[in-house]
């Protein structure tokens, strides 16, 4: 049964707020492992340090056997509820094509779509109980998706496992938020040993995003 934690990162006291227009609902959607939760909390702490009311839920299906996992993060200056209906979020970060496909439906029509180019296989595909849906990308790409080889550019940069980080670079061309606080979340929640490497996959899928 899908287990839902919600958290309040509230707003950082003293700092000057960035302007947003109302409130911005992202969601992040993936299987499990693919780090779509460490992706939320940058992006929550970049908006928390902003001076923004921040509030995250997620949500954990079956992840450690590869299951749908979704972080919903809502940003503004007051964040009401953690509603995310269908046609309400202003950007979808998909880590998976599929999981983008059934995803769709939850993006405004002038929102932004950022996916990455990996499809992962399902154990209920695997066992021939269900078939993969045809011709993903490209019914991605005929709705104004920016597919990106994440995983492509995380291993150029020598961090495989930072995949994450790259989609996080993407969906930071979308929001009103410096670079400088963007790379000063990485460097404070990732692993020591890791920070250049993720920097460079942050910068990466900025790049990617932007064309």
Known sequence: M???TSTN???AAGDEK???DGTK???LVGVGGQGTILAGQLLA?????AGLDVKVSEVHGMSQRGGSVSTIVRVGEKVESMVADPGCADIVVAFELVEALRAQHFLRED???FVNDEQITPVPV???AFRMPDNVSGRLAAIGASIIDAGGIARAVGSPRSTNVVLVGALSTALPFGV???????RRRVPPKTVEANLQAFARGREAAQG
Not at 45 to 49: L, P
Request: no cysteine; aromatic share 6%.
């Open 111 to 113: 929102g932004s779509l």
């Open 180 to 186: 400088a606080e963007w790379e000063d979340a990485i």
């Open 126 to 128: 695997n066992i021939g």
């Open 25 to 27: 609902t992202i969601l």
């Open 9 to 11: 990162y509230g707003v």
């Open 18 to 20: 960035v302007q947003l």
């Open 45 to 49: 702490m970049v908006a928390a340090d």
């Open 2 to 4: 899908p287990h839902d």
